[in-house]
């Protein structure tokens, strides 16, 4: 990164962007990446050398061995995840980068987990359709102060703690939802097991990543989810628990806002969403099915198939101005051909009206109509295309009217999910 010092990677849709895969990509010019919000819930796909990874809490710089990666205090950690996704990718004899984990970093537990599903069955029809991986229950604790953070657990008096937290628990789950209670001794032991693997790792990351940012180094800021999830700027309440937009790359890594100087919104070439919650331009039908088999719409993290719409500009918008995003990057091109046509939604309609404007409630936003502008497909195969100026006509033109339409810079696109299928329009770093 010559120009910047830093650079934020933020999803701009409803996740699942291909953030990990340009994280990765942009990451070979970057001394370090930052994790600054979401935990376990996210799930990033990276491919190179032939080989799929995935990453769910940890940085996807950790794949470059001169990476340094770093979880930020705006993440909340499950160790037990942490330690097998280290592990699990130790296995594949890669050399991995350093790995540091903010010492305000708040804990994940299996008590967190039980709470996400009890909660969640009790909305019934309403259900937000979680990861089920207790991130709300996390934050909910780290809101209400009396969330665990990882640099208690070195404290002479944590059992104490942990174990009249964990009694609150218990008292929250048998009272409320008639769960059996949980054994603190064996919780408590596995915890102490999990945190000498990794206590050499935890430090103040904010201080570190200000240090390295004054001395030169640069920092990719890897997001997780996307805008549309964020618990302010999002699609409430069907959001995750954390502020996804690029702003929050400063309070969750510990460091001044003017440091978030230079933010990529990834951009997803049509839209998808897993969980519940309106999705305007969603196309339950061939079209729909037709994109999610091409472009193996399933989550990586639970599995789960994605719902599928046109690209949203409205939603683009809101993530153009509630993160700040200097430039698009353009992700899952290829999945687009083959339709006859594509649409593109510029406006929507609500009650009678034409409006920009996301409305504040799911019920108003379940009933805004997208109006679209229809462009021409293309047939021809773009996996091996390696210009702008390769792309077919139809794609070209796809990709200006993103650009018009949002008045945004598209500065590049992906045409498949290896490291080599990215093609840069123009070089931002
Ligand atoms: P993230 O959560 O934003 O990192 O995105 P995910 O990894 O959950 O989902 C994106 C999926 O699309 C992954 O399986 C990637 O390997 C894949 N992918 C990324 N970019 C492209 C692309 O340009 N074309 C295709 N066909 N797949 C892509
Ligand atoms: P990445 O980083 C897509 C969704 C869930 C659910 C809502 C709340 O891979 O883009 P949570 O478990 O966070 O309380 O769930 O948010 N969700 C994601 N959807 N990609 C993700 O991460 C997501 N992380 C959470 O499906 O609708
Ligand atoms: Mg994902």
Redesign the pocket.
């Known amino acids: 990164m010559e120009k910047f010092k830093t650079l934020t990677v933020v999803?701009t849709q409803w996740?699942?962007?291909?953030?990990?895969?340009m994280t990765d990509y942009f990451a070979q010019q970057a001394n370090i990446v930052a994790r600054f919000a979401g935990g376990d819930n996210?799930?990033?796909?990276?491919?190179f050398n032939g080989q799929?990874h995935k990453v769910t809490i940890i940085p996807?710089g950790i794949f470059n061995k001169d990476i340094v990666n770093v979880i930020g205090n705006g993440c909340v950690v499950n160790l037990k995840s942490l330690v097998n996704e280290y592990n699990k990718i130790k296995e594949t004899g890669l050399e991995l980068g350093e790995l540091y984990i903010s010492d305000r970093a708040h804990l994940i537990f299996d008590v967190h987990k039980e709470i996400d599903g009890l909660q969640e069955e009790a909305k019934g029809a309403n259900k937000i359709g979680t990861t089920k991986r207790g991130i709300g229950p996390t934050y909910q604790d780290k809101v209400s102060r009396i969330g665990i953070r990882l640099g208690e657990l070195s404290e002479p008096n944590f059992k104490e703690r942990f174990y009249s937290f964990m009694e609150e628990k218990n008292q929250y789950i048998s009272k409320i939802y008639k769960s059996p209670k949980i054994d603190v001794d064996v919780e408590y032991k596995e915890l102490m097991r999990l945190f000498e693997i990794i206590k050499v790792n935890v430090i103040d990351t904010g201080e570190y990543l200000y240090n390295e940012i004054k001395a030169g180094k640069k920092v990719l800021f890897e997001g997780?989810q996307g805008v549309m999830l964020d618990i302010d700027h999002g699609t409430y309440p069907f959001v995750t628990s954390s502020n996804t937009t690029a702003n929050n790359a400063s309070t969750g890594s510990g460091l001044p806002n003017k440091m978030i100087s230079n933010v990529m919104g990834?951009v997803k070439a049509y839209t998808t969403r897993v969980g519940a919650g309106a999705i305007p331009t969603e196309q339950d039908n061939k079209i729909g099915d037709y994109i999610r088999e091409k472009?193996?719409e399933y989550g990586?993290n639970t599995g789960r198939p994605r719902r599928v719409g046109w690209l949203d500009c409205v939603a683009l918008k809101n993530a153009i101005r509630t993160s700040g995003i200097d430039y698009a990057f353009i992700?899952?091109?290829?999945?687009l051909t083959g339709l006859e046509e594509i649409k593109i939604c510029t406006e929507y309609e609500l009650n009678g009206k034409r409006t920009s404007i996301i409305p504040s409630t799911n019920s108003q936003y379940e009933k805004c109509i997208p109006i679209y502008k229809t462009m021409k497909g293309w047939t021809e195969d773009i996996t091996g295309v390696k210009t702008f100026k390769e792309l077919p006509k139809a794609a070209i033109e796809y990709l200006k009217k993103i650009e018009a339409v949002c008045g945004i810079e598209v500065i590049g696109f992906?045409?498949?999910?290896d490291r080599t299928?990215t093609i840069i329009k123009r070089n931002i770093i």
Not at 15 to 21: F, I, M, N, P, V
């Open positions: 999803g996740g699942d962007e291909g953030k990990g895969k996210a799930g990033h796909v990276i491919k799929k996807s997780a990834v472009g193996n990586s992700t899952l091109l290829d999945v992906s045409v498949g999910p299928q």
